[in-house]
């Protein structure tokens, strides 16, 4: 299938994807986990009675990786394929990932993919997403054809699907800061309009992954045994359900109020960057993360209104794809012109 402008934001917790699909935005969300494949998998053996795990092999530098929904959770050793470092998008994980959201598109053709990277990170990474990723593509399962890509900061896609669906919400004629709350980093903007004030802007490592983090090490204290399936905390944190480690289940919300400590140190650095907040219609919180910051948030910022966006986890990725649909619309008018 071939598509105009194929969204992706390839995070560190979820890799989500948006394209038009006629008058609809087709969306897909699946874990940021790329295990190596198991060369010896018997689910495919089930006969009918277990359910096949919806994922796909992709094929990165030689190696074979499991990419898709279906992805286990859940290692023998709690490595299950996720990737935290700054240099993440440079990583073969980074490319199966991005493989993987393509494949399950069923996109072979895209005249323009539109990628994000932190707002700390932009200026030194972009170049190599643009190159990597434009050109023949082959993931072991069919070559794909990308006529071009561009990079955006992350939290611009926010901004762009408040400017879209926030109505009256946003404010052209004064500033919004729209905090991005992904699995490893928290990044911010404050924009007038759709311009950025890049001293206010920034980005830090202290996403929800650091939390899970500091619950894992309150869960290993209170139970006297090894926990670091973050993986497995996520997801319970998320369904508001108790997590089952050794035959307990564990409420989670205690320790998340005592992980607070986390949270607070970065929007305390959030806010010595932002500085003086008089001058803000409001603040725009968004990312998979934006339910555990939203409190401290509002804490940090008690007298700005605080605009949560409905669906957090695809509002980057939708704001991916506008801003594609918008350059290349002006650059096919430029081109005609």
């Not at 023998?76 to 470092?85: K, M």
């Not at 561009?150 to 946003?170: A, C, D, H, M, T």
């Not at 007298?303 to 957090?312: H, N, Q």
Request: proline share 5%.
């Amino acid at each position: 299938m071939k598509v105009s402008v194929f969204a992706v934001d390839v995070g560190y917790g979820n890799t989500k994807s948006a394209f038009r699909m006629g008058s609809d935005i087709a969306t897909s969300m699946f874990p940021s986990l790329a295990p190596l494949a198991v060369s010896d998998a018997v689910s495919g053996y089930g006969q009918g009675v277990l359910s096949a795990r919806k994922v796909v092999p992709i094929e990165v530098d030689g190696s074979t990786y499991e990419i898709g929904p279906g992805v286990e959770l859940s290692s023998a050793y709690g490595n299950a394929g996720r990737t935290l470092s700054e240099d993440f998008c440079l990583t073969p994980n980074y490319a199966a990932l991005l493989g993987g959201a393509l494949h399950f598109a069923g996109v072979t053709e895209v005249e323009r993919m539109v990628l994000g990277l932190p707002v700390h990170s932009i200026t030194k990474y972009s170049a190599h997403l643009r190159d990597a990723f434009s050109g023949v593509l082959d993931f072991g399962n069919g070559p794909i054809t990308v006529h071009s890509v561009k990079v955006i900061p992350q939290p611009l896609g926010s901004l762009v699907s408040f400017s879209e669906y926030g109505g009256v919400r946003f404010d052209r004629e004064n500033a919004h800061l729209v905090i991005d709350v992904g699995y490893f980093t928290t990044d911010w903007v404050v924009a007038h309009g759709f311009t950025m004030n890049d001293r206010r802007s920034g980005g830090a490592p202290g996403g929800a992954s650091q939390v899970y983090k500091r619950i894992a090490s309150l869960i290993s204290a209170q139970e006297g045994e090894p926990a670091d399936d973050v993986e497995r905390i996520d997801k319970c944190l998320r369904e508001k359900k108790p997590m089952l480690f050794y035959g307990k289940d564990i409420d989670l919300a205690p320790l998340l109020e005592q992980s607070q400590a986390v949270i607070n140190a970065t929007v305390k650095e959030l806010q010595n960057r932002v500085g003086r907040t008089a001058d803000l219609r409001s603040i725009v919180l968004t990312g998979g993360g934006a339910s555990l910051y939203e409190p401290a948030i509002r804490a940090a910022f008690p007298r700005v209104d605080l605009d949560v966006l409905d669906s957090p986890c695809f509002a980057n990725a939708k704001g991916f794809l506008i801003v594609g649909e918008s350059t290349l619309a002006r650059e096919r008018k430029a081109l005609a012109a």
